[in-house]
T-cell receptor
Framework: DTEVTQTPKHLVMGMTNKKSLKCEQH?????MYWYKQKAKKPPELMFV???????INESVPSRFSPECPNSSLLNLHLHALQPEDSALYLC?????????????FGPGTRLTVL | GQNIDQPTEMTATEGAIVQINCTYQ??????LFWYQQHAGEAPTFLSY??LDGLEEKGRFSSFLSRSKGYSYLLLKELQMKDSASYLC??????????WGAGTKLIIKP
């Protein structure tokens, strides 16, 4: 299994809603990532988990809250988002987060905040 | 600081060859990645170069010159399905990817 899965594929939410994005991989990878991507821009790193511990938080607003329940799962909890948070949210995983390890990306969740 | 430059857009003809360049400036070097991304889809890995020279993988090849801070992706026998954005990325000192802005490749019949 060389796949990263993400649910849901599409999400529309209001600014007062609470929702969660889910990501799963069964490749035995120990590094998992959340990226945000706006149209015609490269992916923008948000969080990195390494061996189930948060290792990098790229100064992301607290309305985004990551969680790594186990080595295969990664969640992103959303609360009180703003319309400018509308984007494609990509999850990725790699063997152990060191150089030379390619990142495998999930299909993404297209988020629209109204 | 770290900087990656690649052309914004390129156009090529089906069946032809196209070369997409990437120049980078980094403190330290941990290799260079190329990813392909179709519109609305996730990036997919194409190649990783850490040593100088050309690496060939089917219709796609990637070249690296560390002394020049330069890489290119060569696509041969272009097909319509190759229309996509091509992203160059280098790991920083924490091994997290610094991405170029991407090159949108348009293939015409």
């Amino acid at each position: 299994d060389t796949e990263v899965t993400q649910t849901p594929k599409h999400l529309v939410m209001g600014m007062t809603n609470k929702k969660s994005l889910k990501c799963e991989q069964h490749m035995g990878h120990r590094a998992m990532y959340w990226y945000k991507q706006k149209a015609k821009k490269p992916p923008e790193l948000m969080f990195v988990y390494s061996y189930e511990k948060l290792s990098i938080n790229e100064s992301v607003p607290s309305r985004f809250s990551p969680e790594c329940p186990n080595s295969s799962l990664l969640n992103l909890h959303l609360h009180a988002l703003q319309p400018e948070d509308s984007a494609l949210y990509l999850c990725a995983s790699s063997q152990d987060g060191t150089s030379g390890n390619e990142q495998f990306f999930g299909p993404g969740t297209r988020l629209t905040v109204l | 600081g770290q900087n990656i430059d690649q052309p914004t857009e390129m156009t090529a003809t089906e069946g032809a060859i196209v070369q997409i360049n990437c120049t980078y400036q980094t403190s330290g070097f941990n290799g260079l990645f190329w990813y392909q991304q179709h519109a609305g889809e996730a990036p997919t890995f194409l190649s990783y170069n850490v040593l100088d020279g050309l690496e060939e993988k089917g219709r796609f090849s990637s070249f690296l010159s560390r002394s020049k801070g330069y890489s290119y992706l060569l696509l041969k026998e272009l097909q319509m399905k190759d229309s996509a954005s091509y992203l160059c990325a280098v790991p920083d000192s924490n091994y997290q990817l610094i991405w170029g802005a991407g090159t949108k490749l348009i293939i015409k019949p």
